[in-house]
């Protein structure tokens, strides 16, 4: 049985929908990218409160940035906005539910205007984000990039928006304009002050575009900082197959996640806030700092070194990593001995206890979340999750040894793109030709790779670190066998 609203009386017999009516929900928030990960967290808590009753106004309107997002806006319309969440435990277990939260899906690049006016409606209160680490136009020393040509042709075309800093410029303009309150704006990407960094990138924005709105924005919008996480794969066909087994139901796009959640938001809002904290997981607090601080440096830089290394090593799986002794051994000795001596005490959080349960979780057999996923869009991911980790390590004296190495091993994924057996790697990276030529010249000019500003900004300027990765590197280069080059750890 195919999944959507009419259907779904019958879809509710076999598999669980929570009783609550859809027809009596408003959109309180507006979601730019109704990805995975959105679907499995955001959307979850919004679906647990509506659940338990009350919270009416808080249901979310899904929006779909670029043509890219075309697939899931016509499987949302075949759907009614309605999709599965698989949650599968370490021990086998599943829950699967209809997620029913969103109350309509809009395509950016087929109607510009109605994403600006949805915006810009007082009904909307937050507008909230997951538009990747990429997705910030951010350049490496985390300024404004005034000089992406799509920010160039919003800033002479006010009405024909294209990044999200135009949407959100147009949309707060009518705000202003109309004089009512404004939406506040909150990112769930894995930034450090995710929510400053939004707030400073805008505000360059407009300063560039609207001196008056900029002046506003500044003083009347909120723009909370948060910590987000849960695991959420990539979704297979296996997922499909499963609903279609199990409950003879059809979904297009289900999605896939661990039993964790956590989300720790400041609480700072311009336009009122649903009780978020009523769902288990979900806290606010003053200040997100420490949390979000150890959740990038722990978790997602973590990931990054078991993908980096399970890629090279011809390993799919992040749990497959979790199975390898080398894999494990280098994982606890990069956060035992360069990410946790640098990170703030943490309230209510035993770090050790903490990195304990990240093995657990990376190690879900039943998440088979993939090493590509994790090496994908690596030049965003790495200037947040690993770089300042280093930076800070040098300023502190701290040991650099084992980032360092992960940066050589990086070079040589980018420059081979073949794993230890000789087969070609899956590499998904906007920056990977870039990459690609720098690590190529490797042998040449050792730094060759470091020199790609866009991603390690001035990093090549240090001189401590440079010598250190000029050493490893070519040492890299000479024992590439990443299973051998992992013995030294
Ligand atoms: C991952 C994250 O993309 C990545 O590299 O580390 O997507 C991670 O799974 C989430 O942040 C977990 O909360």
């Known amino acids: 049985m195919q999944l959507n609203q009419k259907n779904l009386p019958a879809v509710g017999r076999s598999i669980k929908v929570p009783a609550y009516d859809r027809n009596e929900i408003k959109a309180g928030i507006v979601h730019v990218g109704v990805g995975g990960f959105h679907r499995a ?152 002050h995710n929510g400053d960094v939004t707030r400073k990138m805008l505000l360059s924005f407009l300063s560039a575009q609207d001196e008056g709105l900029a002046a506003w924005v500044g003083e009347e919008v909120a723009f909370p900082n948060s910590m987000v996480d849960r695991i959420t794969p990539v979704t297979t066909g296996a997922e499909m197959e499963y609903l279609k087994d199990q409950f003879d139901l059809e979904d297009e796009w289900p999605v896939t996640c661990e039993p964790f959640l956590q989300w720790i938001i400041e609480d700072n809002f311009s336009n009122g806030r649903p009780d978020f904290d009523k769902v288990d997981g979900v806290q606010f607090v003053q200040d997100v700092t420490p949390y979000e601080k150890m959740k990038i440096r722990l978790l997602n830089a973590g990931h990054s070194v078991l993908g980096i290394c399970g890629a090279l090593m011809g390993i799919q799986t992040i749990n497959a990593c979790m199975e390898n002794e080398q894999l494990r051994t280098v994982l606890r000795k990069f956060w035992d001995e360069e990410a946790t001596p640098i990170l703030d005490k943490v309230e209510g959080i035993d770090l050790e206890a903490y990195k304990d349960s990240l093995q657990v979780r990376f190690s879900n057999p039943n998440i088979r979340d993939k090493v590509s996923r994790i090496c994908s869009a690596s030049s965003a991911k790495l200037p947040k999750f690993l770089l300042p980790t280093i930076e800070e390590n040098l300023s502190k004296g701290g040991s650099i040894d084992m980032a360092t190495w992960l940066i050589a091993a990086w070079c040589y994924y980018s420059d081979k793109q073949i794993d230890q057996n000789g087969q070609s790697l899956e590499i998904i990276d906007a920056m990977q030709d870039q990459l690609n030529r720098a690590a190529q010249n490797t042998t040449a000019d050792a730094l060759s790779f470091l020199r790609v500003r866009e991603v390690f900004g001035s990093l090549i300027d240090n001189e401590n670190f440079t010598s250190l990765y000029a050493t490893t590197v070519r040492r890299f280069y000479e024992e590439p066998v990443i299973s051998v080059q992992l013995q030294r750890w």
């Not at 007082?122 to 990429?134: F, R, W």
């Not at 800093?165 to 990112?187: C, E, H, I, N």
């Open 41 to 192: 967290h955001q959307a979850v808590v919004v679906q647990q409160l509506l659940a338990a009753g009350g919270h009416k106004e808080w249901g979310i309107c899904g929006i779909g940035l670029r043509e890219g997002d075309r697939r899931i806006a016509d499987i949302f319309a075949r759907q009614d906005c309605l999709y599965t969440l698989i949650t599968r435990y370490p021990t086998g277990e599943v829950d699967s539910e209809v997620m029913q939260q969103m109350t309509d899906f809009l395509l950016a690049p087929d109607d510009k205007q109605a994403v600006v006016d949805r915006m810009a409606n007082p009904e909307t209160k937050i507008v909230s984000l997951t538009i990747t680490e990429g997705g910030y136009n951010l350049t490496a020393d985390g300024e404004f990039d005034l000089g992406h040509p799509d920010i160039q042709h919003e800033l002479k075309h006010p009405n024909d928006p294209k990044t999200i800093y135009g949407y959100l410029s147009a949309a707060l303009r009518k705000r202003k304009d109309k004089q009512q309150t404004p939406f506040t704006v909150m990112s769930c990407d894995n930034i450090q």
